[in-house]
């Protein structure tokens, strides 16, 4: 699992959903998998359901249109048979690419949201710089990247 992911999957644990992530999905007869899920997270006070792809790749627009049309057709098949099993399969699934970059006027890919790395960045910095000063409202230890974060932005005794 890459830096990102793991940071992404932290951050929505952070805001309460249930997470899965590096799910492999579609076992073939020929052995392997038919694909593996970054990032499913679920809020279940809210009925939010999220798939998140991020990748850092440098193909053509071409190339990750095909990628990731079978990476967002493989969560829709597979999030409610395999993943979330006890949720209703008529459920709306959002579904996201976190990309290095986000080019004006282009805001879908494989018919799933696009946003950059630094959007999300921005998005987690905003949230993290709300929690104030480590010492006095630490964010818990099991997200270690989020609290180095805090330390980093917030400082432990005072804001930097």
Known sequence: MSHLENLIAEYYDWKGYLIKRNIKVGRLSRGGWEMELDVIAFDPHTGHLIHIE???DAHSWATREERFTKKFNAARKYIFSKVFT??????????????????????????????SIDELMAEIR?????????????????????????LSHNGYYKTL
């Open 126 to 150: 905003q949230k993290v710089i709300g929690c104030g000063i480590v010492a006095k409202n630490a964010i818990p230890e099991q997200y270690p990247l989020l609290r180095t974060l805090q």
């Open 86 to 115: 006890w949720l209703d399969s008529s459920m709306e699934v959002e579904q996201v690419a976190v990309l290095i970059s986000h080019p004006k006027g282009r805001d879908e890919l494989a018919g799933g949201k696009i946003i």
């Open 54 to 56: 991020p990748s850092v």
